[in-house]
């Protein structure tokens, strides 16, 4: 896709407090407020990305935007942040609480279950109960979308996509075995060390040194990302971490088997995180369901490097649903 093009779809930037807590909203296309639009003019659909852990939603921007555009731009698409993983900018007003009474503080927000009714929370409040939903989580995301099905079922969702989705024993994959103790065990150490380090450096040094890493990785952000060296935020990212290592044990084969019709899972041939011994498990326990190993190498952290061939794929599976729409 050509760059300059990606450049005029607009995205836009909002914090919401959701169940107590500010919340990073990223919103792709015209639409910020479903309910204001005329129904003539409201989309019939909704495409809404969870992120993985850490729930940075401007990581995700150019994976939205390349969607966006491949679906010819007829439906948004938004991006949530985990609860407590990105704080506001301090001259950024964050919208005032619904009054919906689904929109009440949960207990736990920043654990495993009160990030899932997080984003049942936001649905509920901020989406029109007409409007059908297309899910995509990745990595622990896939996690949420799984629990959103099972707890939620009154959400008009007609498809979600679980891309390199850690939705079983976590604790057991490559990279989870290197993570546990750190997460487990040693993350008040972690804690420590954060407050300890970044708590009294200033802004303008921390700035710095995200837009270092990020010329480092080749990867560039519109919107702030100061909240990666922000130690309360960091502190949520490790403690949802060992919540993960903890309870995502044994696959949800209930709630699989229940919306197998609604589901695709993409397993990567690289993924240190869900090896493919899970992708070829659950393709025994499912035959029939649309269940697939990549075929080129897409890392797990895809958003940095292969967001446009993601999206192209994502697009190419939606065809047939949005042809209904």
């Known amino acids: 896709m050509n760059s300059e093009i990606k450049e005029e779809i607009p995205v836009h930037e909002e914090f919401t407090l959701c169940c107590g807590v500010e919340t ?28 993985g852990n850490p729930g940075f939603s401007a990581f995700y921007v150019p994976f939205a935007k390349a969607l966006y555009s491949s679906v010819n731009r007829r439906f948004p698409v938004w991006i949530i942040s985990h609860a407590g993983h990105v704080l506001a900018p301090k001259d950024k007003k964050i919208l005032a609480a619904s009054d919906d009474p689904n929109a009440q503080e949960i207990k736990d927000i920043y654990g495993l279950r009160g990030q899932v009714e997080h ?14 939903l297309v899910v995509i989580g990745h ?16 959400l008009p969702i007609i498809r979600s996509f679980l891309l390199f989705p850690t939705i079983e024993r ?80 044994k696959r949800d084969n209930e709630t699989i088997k229940e919306h197998l019709p609604k589901l695709t ?45 993601m999206a192209d794929m994502v697009a190419d599976w939606l065809k047939d649903d949005l042809s209904k729409v």
């Open 24 to 51: 990073q909203v990223l919103k792709c296309g015209p639409w910020t407020n479903l309910f204001k639009n005329q129904s003539a003019n409201r989309p019939k659909l909704l495409i809404f990305i969870i992120p």
């Open 119 to 132: 984003k049942v929370a936001f649905l509920r409040t901020h989406v029109p109960k007409e409007t059908k």
């Open 139 to 154: 990595s622990i995301g896939s996690y949420f979308a799984l629990q959103i099905l099972k707890h939620a079922p009154e």
């Open 265 to 309: 899972f993409y397993y990567g041939t690289i993924d240190a995180w869900c090896p493919t011994k899970y992708y070829e498990d659950i393709k025994k326990d499912f035959p029939e369901g649309d269940i697939r190993l990549c075929e080129k190498k897409i890392a797990h952290a895809f958003i940095l490097r292969s967001y446009q061939e």
């Open 170 to 249: 976590m604790s057991e994959s490559p990279n989870g075995r290197i993570a546990t103790p750190f997460l487990c065990w040693l993350r008040y150490a972690l804690y420590v060390s954060s407050y300890l380090l970044l708590k009294p450096c200033p802004e303008t040094i921390k700035s710095w040194l995200i837009r270092m890493a990020l010329q480092r990785m080749n990867v560039q952000s519109e919107f702030s990302v100061l909240s990666v060296l922000e130690p309360f935020c960091l502190a949520n990212v490790a403690y949802l971490g060992g919540q993960e290592m903890m309870q995502v044990v």
